[in-house]
Nanobody, 121 residues
Framework: QVQLVESGGGLVQAGGSLGLSCAAS????????MGWYRQAPGKQRELVAT???????NYADSVKGRFTISRDNAKKMVYLQMNSLKPEDTAVYYC???????????????WGKGTLVTVSS
């Protein structure tokens, strides 16, 4: 089995910073693209940022210049550093990874259960 577990959410004032972490565990052969998505109340889940195994990053326009995604392949972790937070960043943040399990040929999408980030005005 494969699990993704997020940590680091919480309450922060507008203009503040918060860091999220996500750890992958289980019978993993390879991890490809990892990313963060978020879902605000009443809205669809949306991409925040992704990072490939070659460290190529992609960001939603709404977070460019404020958020930074990074990964540690040895630790099987992905991080999201969020600066200059705005009330509209309030959402449940989900970790996502494309993972090939040991003994399998193809990668599958895995999701964490999410961590709540609340930005107060």
């Amino acid at each position: 089995q494969v699990q993704l577990v997020e940590s680091g959410g919480g309450l922060v004032q507008a203009g503040g910073s918060l860091g999220l972490s996500c750890a992958a565990s289980g019978t993993i052969r390879s991890i490809y693209t990892m990313g963060w998505y978020r879902q605000a109340p009443g809205k669809q889940r949306e991409l925040v940022a992704t990072i490939t195994s070659a460290d190529i990053t992609n960001y939603a326009d709404s977070v460019k210049g404020r958020f930074t995604i990074s990964r540690d392949n040895a630790k099987k972790m992905v991080y999201l550093q969020m600066n200059s937070l705005k009330p509209e960043d309030t959402a449940v943040y989900y970790c996502n990874a494309q993972i090939t399990r040991a003994g399998y040929l193809h990668a599958a999408d895995y999701w964490g259960k999410g961590t709540l980030v609340t930005v107060s005005s």
